[in-house]
């Protein structure tokens, strides 16, 4: 079946250095792709999305770069601050067809 | 607007007692959706709903019913709780009318404990 996956498990960053975080995906025909931000205690957060027929989208400090052809997916958190500690979920979809797929998440740690 | 709410937002339970937890949003959105997170082991999806009085079976279904009466909310039952259903369960809907159907908007959860 469909499965989304994460490189690493935990990251730790320093303040004010950029934060790059991976994602892997399995269905090539997933052609939405999505991340949350998951403060402690607090449900999922849309940050960033993207659709199948662009490789970058920005936003504001975060980029999310789409690679289909290995079927990997980043998001990339300029300047990280403190406030940016938390787990990070990417997800895929088939759109209008399947529900979401989540990955386990990444852990983001600043070091101040 | 208050998004998406949950209710309650922790519950105690024994073995093999029911409860339902209760979701709600104001965002007149048609699809509806509960999930289950466990440490290590991400956003797992129960059970959800694509309109009012429809249902379908998600990645884990078992031990859980749902029932969606009216658009705006969206009910997850347990009719005999087990330990292994331990769990944090959050709720979520997504809009159908325009695109991107498939960003979902979290509620903040519901932290239950089956002893």
């Known amino acids: 079946g469909e499965s989304v996956g994460l490189h690493l498990p935990t990251l730790s960053v320093q303040e004010g250095d950029n934060s790059i975080i991976n994602c892997a995906y399995s269905?090539?025909?997933?052609?939405?792709f999505i991340w949350y931000k998951q403060e402690s205690g607090k449900g999922p957060q849309f940050i960033i999305d993207?659709?199948?027929?662009?490789d970058k989208r920005q936003g504001q400090r975060v980029t999310v770069l789409l690679n289909k052809t290995v079927k990997h997916l980043s998001l990339q958190i300029a300047a990280t601050q403190p406030g940016d500690s938390a787990v990070y979920f990417c997800?895929?979809?088939?759109?209008?067809?399947?529900?979401?797929?989540f990955g386990k998440g990444t852990r983001l740690s600043v070091i101040a | 607007n208050a998004g998406v709410t949950q209710t309650p937002k922790f519950r105690v339970l024994k073995t093999g007692q029911s409860m339902t937890l209760l979701c709600a949003q104001d965002?007149?959105?048609?699809?509806m959706y509960w999930y289950r997170q466990d440490p290590g082991m991400g956003l797992r999806l129960i059970h959800y709903?694509?309109?009012?009085?429809?249902?379908a079976k998600g990645e884990v279904p078992d031990g859980y019913n749902v029932s969606r009466l009216k658009k705006q909310n969206f009910l997850l039952g347990l009719e005999s709780a087990a330990p292994s259903q331990t769990s944090v369960y959050f709720c979520?809907?997504?809009?159908?009318?325009?695109?991107?159907?498939?960003?979902?908007?979290f509620g903040p959860g519901t932290r239950l404990l089956v002893l």
């Open positions: 979520a809907s997504s809009r159908r009318d325009r695109a991107p159907q498939e960003t979902q908007y």
């Open positions: 269905n090539s025909a997933s052609d939405y």
């Open positions: 993207i659709r199948s027929n662009m």
């Open positions: 997800a895929d979809a088939v759109s209008g067809n399947t529900p979401l797929v």
């Open positions: 965002m007149n959105h048609e699809y």
């Open positions: 709903s694509v309109g009012e009085g429809t249902t």
